[in-house]
């Protein structure tokens, strides 16, 4: 069993920042890329940023210069720092994670967390 679990959402004004964390726990083995994605009332889900074991990272457009992700591989946790945050940043955020378990290191699945809301407030 694999499990992701986000913290650190909740209620700011424009401007203002936020910290999330997602840390995954189970029976893992390896983790390849880690990302956070979100989806506001209405729309479809969609990437905020990946990074991968290497650390490399990518973002999406909407959130270079702002958003930083960060990941601790011993921990099997990543983070996204969210500076400058804007009404249209308001969404459910998700964390996931594309690993392999104990029990299949050959076979690697993506795994979702339940999401935490953020909401900017203008």
């Known amino acids: 069993q694999v499990q992701l679990v986000e913290s650190g959402g909740g209620l700011v004004q424009a401007g203002g920042s936020l910290g999330l964390s997602c840390v995954a726990s189970?029976?893992?083995?390896?983790?390849?890329?880690m990302g956070w994605y979100r989806q506001a009332p209405g729309k479809q889900r969609e990437l905020v940023a990946h990074?991968?074991?290497?650390?490399?990272?990518n973002y999406a457009d909407s959130v270079k210069g702002r958003f930083a992700i960060s990941r601790d591989n011993a921990k099997n946790t990543v983070h996204l720092q969210a500076n400058s945050l804007k009404p249209e940043d308001t969404a459910v955020y998700y964390c996931?994670?594309?690993?392999?378990?104990?029990?299949?290191?050959?076979?690697?699945?993506?795994?979702w967390g339940q999401g935490t809301q953020v909401t900017v407030s203008s």
């Open positions: 990074i991968f074991s290497d650390g490399s990272t």
């Open positions: 189970g029976n893992i083995f390896n983790i390849n890329v």
């Open positions: 996931n994670a594309l690993l392999s378990t104990l029990s299949d290191a050959r076979t690697t699945r993506l795994y």
